[in-house]
């Protein structure tokens, strides 16, 4: 069983029969990709009543399956008014005239920051806990994360170089969930090693230069773009990690437990790649 299908059971089973806080919100609706799958894993039954239709996507999100037991919504601030919301959860960077539009109705908007590293996924559980008045269901979980955290973290020894080149050489740098789930599967970074802070894009010379021990790519789309035409460049064949890559996915993208399952995959690399002497 994957680590975050672990914690949500351990969750369930820790916050069995724990009182309600008084009040909590009975209509709530999610717009944003990384509070859909916050308030899947906390709410009550029947308080969710809505999550974005990035949520339904497995390409996006790793709680797809999930996310089919709830009417999807698009963003916009007419359709979501319609639900009656007592509470609509929005990301830092969600549309602020639809925002605007909202809280002009009445209608009360809690925006969540984005996660940055790995250690602040607690924190995020507990707000959204409190948001939602699940505060026993939110530190169940929290309690749970540090739990199969503290598994999976990596002891002392070599730290192989990881390099993550998506279309366009966009890449990861410090400062990012995507460096600190390297760094806690015990892998360096070569975006950070260069200097990058935030996203940004790494040259296909500074990946070939580089050398990394493990490629990581992300899966491409059905359709063929430009931006994806670096990813299958000749020179990459001059790297030996490019053999056999690993690869992004949804459980990156949210600061979620989710994330453990990207860790456990990555480690589970890392435990393969060939030894220095």
């Known amino acids: 069983m994957r680590p975050s299908r672990l914690i949500a059971l351990a969750a369930a089973l820790a916050c069995a029969g724990a009182a309600a806080l008084a009040k909590p919100p009975e209509r709530v609706v999610s717009m944003n990709l990384c509070t859909d799958q916050l308030a899947m894993l906390i709410a009550g039954e029947g ?3 809505s999550v974005s239709d ?3 996507d497995p390409r996006s999100s790793p709680m797809a399956q999930e996310a089919g037991a709830y009417p999807a919504n698009g963003g916009g601030a007419e359709e979501i008014a319609l639900m009656r919301p007592d509470l609509v959860l929005a990301g830092v960077y969600s549309d602020p005239a639809t925002l605007g539009m ?5 209608i009360p908007v809690a925006q969540i920051e984005i996660t940055r590293s790995v250690a602040e996924i607690p924190a995020q559980l507990r707000r959204v806990g409190e948001l939602l008045g699940r505060t026993a269901r939110a530190e169940a979980l929290a309690t749970a994360f540090k739990a199969g955290l503290a598994a999976l973290s990596r002891g002392d020894g070599p730290r192989p170089l990881a390099a993550i080149f998506h279309p366009n050489g966009y890449t ?6 995507s460096d600190d789930i390297l760094a806690h599967a015990g892998f360096d970074n070569l975006a950070a ?5 935030q996203g940004g894009r790494l040259a296909l010379e500074e990946v070939v230069t580089a050398d990394p021990d493990l490629l990581i790519l992300s899966r491409p789309y059905p359709a063929s773009s430009r931006a994806e035409e670096i990813l299958a460049h000749p020179a990459l064949r001059d790297i030996a990690a490019a053999e056999r890559p690993a690869f992004t996915g949804p459980d990156w993208t949210c600061g979620t437990p989710h994330v453990l399952d990207a860790i456990a995959r990555l480690a589970e690399r890392r435990a393969t790649l060939p030894r220095e002497e």
């Open 102 to 106: 909202l809280r002009r109705l009445g």
């Open 193 to 197: 090693e260069l200097g990058l802070r």
């Open 54 to 56: 990035l949520a339904a």
């Open 172 to 177: 990861q740098g410090a400062g990012t969930l």
């Open 47 to 49: 308080q969710l009543v």
